[in-house]
C-alpha cells in the first residue's frame, strides 16, 4: 500500500461526522417518500427525483457517500414497481387487498360451552353485566 492509496485523520473522520449522517439521512428521506409515503405528491416527487440523476441527486449521493449509479441501480425496480400501483390505485384497481385464506378447521363458536372442558357435566352460562344486576335487584325483591 502507498502512501497516497492511505486515509488521512480526516477522511477517515468524515464518515462519522455531523454533516455525513445529514446527508445520509437526506437520501434515506427522500427514498422512503419515494416508496412508502402516503402523500402522492410528495411520492410523485421523490421518484421523480430519483429517476431523473439530476445533479442535486449527485451531490446528496456524494455527500452521503454513496455512489449515485449504485444508488440509482438499486432503487429502480422498486421505483417502478410503486408507479405501478399509483397508476393501478389511479384507475380504481385494488392490487393491495390480501386474499382472504379459509382455515382448514372449523372454527368455534364463542357461546359454545364444552362440558368436557370442566368437572362435573354440563356448566350453566352466568349473567355478565346488566342482566346480573337486574337479576340481583329481583331476587332481593
Known sequence: ????????????????????????????????????????????????????????????????????????????????KREEIMRSVRKGHRLCVKPRYESKRKRRSVNKIRPSRYRGGRLTKRLTGNSYYAAKRASLH
Not at 40 to 67: H, M, P, T, Y
Open 1 to 80: 500500500m502507498t502512501i497516497f492509496d492511505r486515509k488521512t485523520g480526516t477522511e477517515i473522520e468524515e464518515l462519522n461526522s455531523p454533516e455525513h449522517e445529514l446527508w445520509v439521512c437526506v437520501l434515506s428521506k427522500a427514498a422512503h417518500d419515494a416508496l412508502y409515503s402516503s402523500d402522492w405528491w410528495q411520492s410523485r416527487l421523490a421518484i421523480e427525483w430519483f429517476k431523473g440523476k439530476g445533479r442535486d441527486f449527485a451531490a446528496v449521493c456524494k455527500n452521503a457517500g454513496k455512489d449515485p449509479d449504485y444508488v440509482y441501480r438499486k432503487m429502480i425496480n422498486q421505483l417502478l
